[in-house]
Structures are given as structure tokens and as C-alpha cells.
């Protein structure tokens, strides 16, 4: 469930969407680029999408068709994103985040731009978005690099992970 008010699930959906298909491409690959999102791509609606959501009853004052919760598919995994219908306090820590693994810097400094939205969250390659989701963005290869004489002390300098300092 999204934090700071109701009605951010689609708006994430609609953002994530957007920002994965950029970074991997449309097949959800993570080693091609470009394409825009297609009906089976990286950030398309599970199934046939508009069957599988569901939406707030009007007469939760939601708006019209304000999502309640529907699966998309980014970079070829499968989420559920879930707003609830009342007012709450729900807040998400750094301890649970989506972790994204990137062949290439291109794709980590999209993901990172796109995403974002708490400089003094930003660690290790952990960010905040807009959402308050946490997100660790990471070199697919992280194992191997980090097992490099002075990575980890490296690693722990950095925000966002920049593959040319681990080489």
C-alpha cells in the first residue's frame, strides 16, 4: 500500500511503467535497450491488465476508477500495487526495497534519475522515490565486483553504484 494519501498507486504504476520500459526495453531484458512498453513488454498489465485490476466503488469517494490494486510487469517480474480506500499512516522503511540488477551504467543512471526522490535517503545504492518506496539499484554482476580488492570500501562511498570505480 502506498503511503501519503490515497490515489498514488496508479500514479507509481503509470511512472514505473514508464521509467522500466525506457531503461530495459520491451522485451523486459535487461541487456537491450529502447522500445516503448508493449502489451506483453516489461511494464505491461499482467494478463490483459484491465480484467485483472479492480477499483474503489464510486461511493468510496475516490474518484472515478481510483485503482484498489492491480498486478503490472516490470523488467519481466510480476507486482501487485494496492491503494488503500481510507485515509492511514502507513510509512515504508529502508529495510524492504525492490532491488533491480542493471547490465549496464546507462540503465542505473536512468533508474536512478527516474526514481530518486530523497537525496539524504541515498546509499549504497539504495534510494527513496516519490512514493516512499525503497529501491536498491545494483550492477548485475555485484557478486563478482565486490569481491575485488578495495570494492567493498568503495561500494561504501558510493550512492549511486558507478561501474567504472569498481574496475
Not at 522500445?35 to 513488454?41: F, L, N, R, T
Not at 484491465?50 to 474503489?56: E, K, L, V
Not at 510480476?78 to 540488477?101: E, I, K, N, W, Y
Amino acid at each position: 500500500m502506498f503511503p501519503h494519501g490515497q490515489g498514488q498507486a496508479a500514479k507509481a504504476a503509470a511512472q514505473y511503467i514508464d521509467l522500466f520500459a525506457r531503461a530495459f526495453g520491451a522485451s523486459g531484458s535487461a541487456g537491450e535497450q529502447g522500445g516503448a512498453s508493449q502489451a506483453e513488454g516489461p511494464g505491461a498489465p499482467v494478463g490483459s491488465g484491465a480484467d485483472q485490476m479492480s477499483f474503489h466503488p464510486p461511493e468510496a469517494g475516490q474518484g472515478d476508477r481510483a485503482l484498489m490494486q492491480g498486478p503490472i510487469r516490470l523488467a519481466g517480474q510480476r507486482l501487485t500495487l494496492m491503494d488503500s480506500g481510507a485515509p492511514h499512516d502507513v510509512t515504508f522503511g529502508m529495510g524492504v526495497s525492490l532491488t533491480v540488477q542493471c547490465a549496464t551504467q546507462e540503465q542505473i543512471d536512468l533508474l536512478w534519475e527516474g526514481l530518486s526522490a530523497v537525496p539524504e535517503a541515498e546509499a549504497c545504492g539504495w534510494l527513496k522515490d516519490r512514493f516512499g518506496i525503497s529501491w536498491t539499484i545494483t550492477p548485475e554482476r555485484m557478486t563478482e565486483l565486490i569481491a575485488r580488492p578495495g570494492a567493498w570500501q568503495t561500494m561504501t562511498t558510493m550512492k549511486k553504484p558507478t561501474l567504472a570505480d569498481f574496475r
